[in-house]
């Protein structure tokens, strides 16, 4: 005996899965795509939805696609709903991001770049470079310029991380021979990134400066006891 569309719909909705983050991303994506492939809504959310040019089509096309953006907003969390950018919550205004007619795709693309496994394990990789990078006294800066673009690629996916934060792992990082410089960074209390970055440039300018004049200076002497100058 087949099922009624309200008995189907009942089973559908005991089986919605609410979006709380990276750790049920697939589960949810799972059953959002098969409710609305189930609905006929799928098509809105493709990677190559594109508006239809015929005013007739693109009517039709908007009126699911605003469907489809209801039923993927009322499956996420409210936490995930609170932080989202407001011009995807905006089902009537066009913007770059988020195109009259694309609302939905707009907001699924949203949510799969943020909360994916993909993106969740790129964060953390992230995070690994900023916190658990060594610096390399040979050659310090390009070690603090991978840290440096870690921070702005989590920055720029709405973490919340302040500029000291990226100064204190900068300093924590520095070689045991660096102590004195991030000493008195620690004593200044939240530096800026720029300020440790520049001051660490500076020092290890000095430090190179010196090792030049020293090796200069070691090989001038025997060649002035060979000439008997010295």
């Known amino acids: 005996m087949s099922l009624s569309d309200s008995e189907e719909e009942k089973m559908i909705s005991r089986r919605r899965v609410v979006l709380k983050g990276a750790d049920n ?3 949810w994506e799972r059953s ?78 949203h949510l799969r770049l943020n909360y994916s496994a993909a993106r969740s394990t790129r964060k953390a990789e992230l995070y690994r470079i900023i916190w658990r ?19 702005n690629d989590l920055t720029a996916s709405s973490v919340s991380m302040a500029d000291s934060q990226l100064a204190y792992a900068i300093l924590i990082a520095l070689p045991p021979t660096y102590s004195v410089l991030a000493s008195t960074f620690y004593m200044l209390g939240d530096p800026s990134s720029a300020e440790v970055i520049s001051a ?10 010196q090792e030049a004049n020293t090796l200069a200076l070691t090989a001038k002497v025997p060649r002035q006891l060979s000439q008997g100058k010295v």
């Open 25 to 27: 991303f697939k589960e």
């Open 200 to 209: 660490i440039n500076d020092e290890f300018r000095r430090r190179q400066t």
């Open 133 to 151: 990078t060594d610096i390399e006294e040979s050659n310090p800066i390009t070690s603090i310029s991978a840290m440096r673009r870690a921070f």
């Open 32 to 109: 959002i795509v098969t409710r609305l492939i189930r609905k006929d809504l799928d098509d809105v959310i493709q990677s190559d939805a594109q508006v239809p040019t015929t005013a007739v089509e693109r009517q039709t096309w908007g009126k699911k696609d605003r469907k489809a953006w209801a039923a993927i907003d009322e499956s996420i969390d409210s936490s995930i709903h609170n932080v989202l950018p407001p011009d995807l919550l905006d089902i009537s205004t066009s913007t770059t991001a988020s195109p009259l007619g694309l609302k939905a795709k707009s907001l699924y693309d």
